[in-house]
């Protein structure tokens, strides 16, 4: 076993560059940003907004102060990497800060808790009895400006009221901090101050609730129950540029089309190879009712999990470090988590969403006939090895100050290749495995289809649903949890359509070098897996050897 790993080691010690010469700026600059992210916690302030501009600004300057021309082809990389990443940091905070400013007139009033919370951070003693005086008539402006409400013109969409409630309600939780580290501890301060703190509370957060039902024009839930944010074309299009995505939104989803297009020919093919000729959902009913019982799936997904470590190995298509092999290991989801994550999530702790004793009979069967063992052969992989357990694990020991680029793109993306790669190697063994296989593929167009849709606003989250269930064959209530996961949990806009969109940058790049016979396959493999995450764009360059441009912008058309 040491000796395995110790010769692992050896052979990518003699093919990586461990540093480059950005490493030291790479991680200062993230020591910085938490420093300061910890010290300026109000982000809807304009105390935040002018600080880190000037912070990225400064940053970008001392990055564009660097000799590009001597850089090593790693340091050019980051230097590229870096500069998309600050470039995007300022655009981000640049239509953050307008979007603000829309609304900053709801907190007109809060200077002087601006000031005590400043003061607060060198823990300046309080003059309380002026303090209580001064709070007592910042509760008096706020109720002045709750009564005016009504008479002043509504806000034309419910996400302008949203952030004019969470204006306020962000500047409340910062006083509150700075309120709470005083009182008990400074006696005049706890003699005079809770009262007018009292009723300053009450009054911000009164008037929050009343700005958030103060618009028009909008609706909030179409009776989905499912509430996001749509981001618009704008921000839309700035973030496919920063992920070196050179597409319109339109193109984008024509492309989903069209693989889903290619998807329901060959669904077609397993239709009838079942038995059911034409009608494919009644094959993909058969199919989901292969599901096996509850106390049986954790282990059978166990088995599926080694059976793709030993496939991987067994063809030599990639490294498969020891350690990485043995440290995976199992959860289950919660019922609440399965919610918005009705399948597998991964990692090195990959998680299994299986029926629980309070759920339905009909949430028990979607989630067991969602979970089939021919819907989950095509996936386990995806999320063990060689996918996000693998990336997890290489990116911890390899190139680790380029953590901080990672993009769905290249984690997602990578996974679904692998799924792509897969089927060209005749992975599944019969049509039930194709259906399974095909189920997914369907599933990542339909994802492209209905996120872009949405953050344009030309879908609501019910046609999301609608879609899924119509389109694609989904269990209801998967498709409302896969929904709600789209745009009400953590993920970012452009989340969902990396999976397909970044498939299709790493199998373009792969017919590049793998197909061309200018590379092989394992070694195509391993170096992606040890050059951390990135745009799939720029990791282009490091594969094919071609230099970049220190102002490289999104320009390979991958898809044509």
Known sequence: MKKTLLSFVLVFCTTLTWATELVTLIQTYQADRGALGRLYTNR??????????????????????QNY?????????????????????????????????EINSVVAFGKPLEEFVVARRRAKQPESQKLAATWNEVAKAVDAQLKALPSTSKYTSWQK?????????????????????????????????????????????????????????????????????????????????????????????????????WCEKEMLK??????????????????????????AWPEEVARLGEEAIGIMEENGWITVPPLAKETWRTIMISPERQRVSPFFLGGEVIQIAYPTSEMSHEDKM?????????????????????????QQFMNQRYMTHRRMFGTPFWTEGWALYWEFVLWDRNFPRDAKDKVGMLFWRMHRCARIIFSLSYHLEQMTPQQCIDLLVDKVGHERANAEAEVRRSFEGSYGPLYQIAYMIGALEIYSLRKEMVDSGKMPEKEFHDLIMTQNAMPIEILRAK?????????HKASWKFLD
Do not use: C
Not at 270 to 294: I, Q, R
Not at 366 to 390: C, D, K, W, Y
Not at 543 to 551: A, C, E, F, I
């Open 543 to 551: 594969v094919t050897g071609k230099p970049l441009d220190k102002n």
């Open 270 to 295: 397993a239709s009838n190879e079942l038995g059911f000729g034409n009608d494919w959902k009644a094959a993909l009913e058969m199919v989901k009712n292969t599901y096996l019982p509850a106390g």
């Open 366 to 390: 979607m989630s067991m006939r969602g979970n089939n063992p021919h819907f989950s052969r095509a996936t386990v992989q995806h999320e063990l090895i060689p996918g996000h357990h693998l």
């Open 69 to 101: 021309g001597s850089l090593s082809e790693d340091g050019k990389i980051d230097y590229v990497l870096f500069r998309n990443f600050l470039e995007e940091e300022l655009a981000v905070l640049d239509l953050d800060q307008r979007a603000f400013s």
């Open 44 to 65: 809807l302030s304009e105390e935040y907004f002018t600080r880190m501009q000037a912070f990225n600004q400064d940053y970008l300057k001392t990055l564009k102060s």
């Open 161 to 261: 009221a949203d952030l004019a409630a969470q204006a306020v309600e962000s500047l409340n939780k910062v006083v509150k901090e700075a309120y709470d580290f005083y009182f008990d501890y400074d006696p005049s301060f706890t003699w005079w101050m809770p009262e007018p703190w009292k009723k300053l509370d009450a009054s911000m957060n009164a008037y929050a609730k009343a700005l958030r039902e103060h618009y028009t024009n909008s609706v909030k839930d179409d009776g989905s129950g499912i509430i996001g944010k749509p981001i618009g074309r704008e921000a839309l299009e700035k973030q496919l540029g920063f992920e070196m995505i050179a597409y319109t939104p339109e193109e984008l989803i024509a492309e989903a089309e069209k693989q889903f297009a």
